[in-house]
């Protein structure tokens, strides 16, 4: 039985429970004030909050292997660089800083000569910033910012996490993740799927629960207290529905099933599923923690390892989408307002063509490498002047097949203009549903604006659909509307050619569409695209197309 229960909403299926770890909140700067009336004890605190913070990492680092033990001993040797615990100290003496302060602007100033050294050197600047931050927390005597090394089988609880601490999460320690804040499109629920961990978002209350344990069902949305002492329990794997892997309806259509991967270990998961191929390789996911741009030749390296799989498959690569939540430090403005309409995806490319010119010749020869069928294509593209500009420059680098993606309602209303200079289409409905209703796809008070069953969404995508009917060129769906068995039989019969989505869902997908007839399809489409509101969409839907769950 639960003593308490919240509700949120399910990003990622699966129960599990067990103890509670907390995600502590970014830091922010510490306060220059008040200056410490004794300047010199205030200096001496810095260097044992230095030791403290080393000796807390190597005794973490001896009960680790491999990679993750020598990363935790680099960033204790770092912590007890003489160097930093002595400018800091100066900046106590003689700048009256309190000492939290003056270890963040010293460690500052080692990261950013860091940055301007370049290459290897550069990419060691965010490892000096997560030692300031570990002795600044130890100086203000709480815990250190971001996902804490876990002793054992855990629920996270944080208010919301960055893409690329959720990247980093071991699915091994991490039986669940629930956040307080986040929506179901977001990148940190996106993520959580393909890692497989069940995951609930938009907890409210739950960070100031003080709960010890928690069973958690990321498929309804529930987070229980339990009443007595919390089992630990990893979420059972589900039972997958027979599907031969290839993407048809019953009466013979073809529809694509096909992955979104970021990663090479995504790539081989896809493969083991049965994709047909990619139909979104999301290549800012490679370079979330990157500091500054990665070379040709790392990119093709890295391009060609998730690649290699599908030798001789389509695979769908995307260029760059920095921004709005995946802020890549290396290339997004550090300064704009609102970022989710600001210089992102393309726009960044457009400014800076050199990044993106160097981004297509390392695709190619990726693609060479591999085997693989590449298509490019260009996110956050508005016009189809925009449209034109990048497949002249995917052409000049030799790739044979351009593409965009329509995640913009004003690509959507250009769906033909657009489709006449590219060879395909792809609807992120992510992006896609945050800019039809104004509403931030991370914030999980707004979820259900950002439910892709939404008629009004629904009526953008059929444009898109009959735009792609009329030219004769294919339309994909890479959002995460995609992975819903029901909606992605309403958007084939919406004119939609391949479904591309996390492995986990390729099979269930797969399944259901082929129980179907693309008459059916049609019909579920009519009666989705009339409906009042997402329920009702959803509901005739699924009488229209008969037993789909
Ligand atoms: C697939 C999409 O791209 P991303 O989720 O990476 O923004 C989308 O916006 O639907
Ligand atoms: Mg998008």
């Given at each position: 039985m639960a003593a308490l229960q919240l509700t949120g909403v399910g990003v990622s299926p699966g129960r599990a429970s067990g103890p509670v770890v907390r995600v502590a909140e ?117 815990d250190?910012p971001g996902v804490p090394e876990l002793a054992g089988p855990s629920v996270l609880v944080a208010r919301d996490l960055a893409p690329a601490d959720t990247a980093g999460l071991d699915p091994a320690k991490v039986l669940a993740l629930v956040t307080e804040e986040g929506g179901p499109t977001s990148h940190t629920a996106i993520l959580a799927r393909s890692l497989g961990i069940p995951a609930v978002v938009a907890v409210r209350g739950v960070l100031a629960l003080e709960a010890e344990g928690l069973i958690v069902d990321g498929a309804t949305g529930s987070v229980e207290v339990p009443d007595g002492p919390v089992e630990v329990v990893a979420a059972a794997v589900q039972a997958e ?21 970021g990663?090479?270990e995504d790539?081989?998961t ?55 939540d ?116 991370m914030l999980g008070?707004?979820a ?32 995460e509307?995609?992975a ?18 996390n492995a986990a869902a390729?099979?269930r ?41």
């Amino acid at each position: 039985m639960a003593a308490l229960q919240l509700t949120g909403v399910g990003v990622s299926p699966g129960r599990a429970s067990g103890p509670v770890v907390r995600v502590a909140e970014p830091l922010g700067e510490p306060s220059a004030v008040p200056a410490p009336t004794d300047a010199e004890a205030e200096a001496g605190r810095i260097a044992p909050a230095a030791a403290a913070v080393a000796d807390r990492l190597n005794a973490k680092a001896a009960t680790v292997e491999g990679d993750s033990r020598a990363v935790l001993e680099t960033t204790a040797a770092m912590a007890m660089d003489p160097a930093l615990a002595k400018q800091a100290a100066k900046l106590v003496r003689e700048r009256a800083l309190p000492a939290p302060r003056a270890v963040f602007e010293a460690a500052n100033v080692f990261a950013a000569s860091l940055e301007a050294a370049g290459g290897y050197l550069a990419e060691r600047a965010q490892d000096v910033r997560d030692v300031r931050d570990r002795i600044v927390a130890e100086l203000l005597g709480i815990d250190p910012p971001g996902v804490p090394e876990l002793a054992g089988p855990s629920v996270l609880v944080a208010r919301d996490l960055a893409p690329a601490d959720t990247a980093g999460l071991d699915p091994a320690k991490v039986l669940a993740l629930v956040t307080e804040e986040g929506g179901p499109t977001s990148h940190t629920a996106i993520l959580a799927r393909s890692l497989g961990i069940p995951a609930v978002v938009a907890v409210r209350g739950v960070l100031a629960l003080e709960a010890e344990g928690l069973i958690v069902d990321g498929a309804t949305g529930s987070v229980e207290v339990p009443d007595g002492p919390v089992e630990v329990v990893a979420a059972a794997v589900q039972a997958e529905p027979e599907w031969d892997g290839v993407g048809r309806t019953s009466d013979g259509q073809r529809v694509k099933i096909i992955a979104n991967v970021g990663s090479a270990e995504d790539a081989a998961t896809s493969v083991a599923a049965g994709a047909e191929g990619v139909g979104l390789f999301r290549t800012e996911f490679c370079y979330l923690s990157a500091t500054t741009e990665p070379s040709v030749e790392a990119q093709r390296a890295a391009y060609a390892k998730v690649l290699s799989p599908f030798q001789g498959k389509p695979v769908v690569v995307r260029t760059l989408d920095a921004g709005a939540d995946k802020p890549l430090p290396f290339l997004t403005p550090e300064d704009e307002p609102n970022p989710a309409l600001g210089v992102r995806g393309l726009r960044i490319g457009r400014e800076q063509q050199g990044v993106l010119d160097r981004q297509l010749e390392a695709i190619a020869a990726a693609a060479t490498d591999s085997g693989a069928e590449v298509s490019v294509m260009a996110p956050m593209v508005a016009t189809a002047e925009e449209a034109a500009w990048f497949a002249e420059r995917v052409r000049a680098a030799g790739l044979p097949r351009a593409g965009v993606m329509i995640e913009i309602p004003a690509a959507a209303l250009s769906a033909k203009e657009i489709l006449a200079e590219v060879d395909f289409v792809s609807l992120g409905t992510n992006d896609l549903a945050q800019y039809v209703f104004a509403a931030d796809r991370m914030l999980g008070a707004l979820a259900s604006l950002n439910d892709p069953w939404q008629p009004a969404l629904l009526r953008l995508i059929a444009l898109v659909g009959e735009a792609g009917i009329a030219l004769g060129k294919p339309v994909g769906v890479c959002g995460e509307a995609a992975a819903d068995p029901a909606l992605g039989c309403v958007l084939v019969g919406l004119g939609v050619t391949s479904l591309s989505m996390n492995a986990a869902a390729l099979a269930r997908v797969g399944s259901t569409l082929g129980g179907v007839t693309a008459d059916a399809c049609r019909e579920a489409a009519r009666a989705a695209l009339a409906a009042k509101d997402p329920a009702h969409a959803r509901e005739a839907a699924r009488a229209a197309l008969g037993t789909v769950s």
